[in-house]
């Protein structure tokens, strides 16, 4: 029997140190959060992608009744924009939530398994770490590759 410590490296930083492209990111993901569909939960998730053409591809969370037919921010994000420039990598991915009120959460939000799944995946894709930021008002995190969420994600096993 062996062993194995698994560690994931996370960056926590404020909005003043992140660069312009990285702040317009994450403010893109909150303006997404206002037209999300949250009539159950009252919870809107808001997510951003920039991709390496300099487009970014917003998405929010998506509920229905059917609790397992709604889809994450994150998810309809990364398909929308895989739908739409499916010839170009998903570079970053920033991540915001907000309370019925519109306050957003003071801590960052994190990704469920799938979407840390499809995440993983859209990295596998396109051979290119895709960079994560979850934002919190009073913490952001910046992650450097979605692998670092799930570091045992499930792959294709022909």
């Known amino acids: 029997m062996r062993q194995a410590k698994i560690l994931a490296k996370l960056t926590y930083c404020r909005l003043d140190e992140l660069n312009s492209t990285e702040k317009n990111l994450i ?4 303006n997404a959060c206002a037209s999300a569909y949250a009539p ?10 920039l991709l390496d053409n300099g487009n970014i591809v917003i998405g929010n969370n998506q509920e229905n009744a059917a609790f397992p ?4 921010a994150e998810r309809v994000a990364l398909f929308a924009a895989a739908s739409q ?5 998903a570079i970053a991915l920033a991540i915001a939530a907000r309370h019925e009120n519109g306050n957003f959460t003071q801590k960052a939000v994190s990704p469920c398994g799938a979407c840390r799944q499809v995440m993983t995946e859209t990295e596998k894709r396109f051979q290119h770490p895709l960079k994560v930021l979850l934002y919190g008002e009073s913490e952001i995190i910046c992650i450097e590759s979605a692998q670092e969420l799930l ?7 022909r």
């Open 69 to 72: 037919s709604g889809l994450c």
């Open 85 to 89: 420039f499916p010839e170009n990598k």
């Open 27 to 30: 403010q893109a993901a909150k």
């Open 40 to 49: 159950y939960s009252h919870f809107q998730v808001g997510a951003a992608v």
């Open 151 to 157: 570091p045992l994600s499930f792959t294709d096993i």
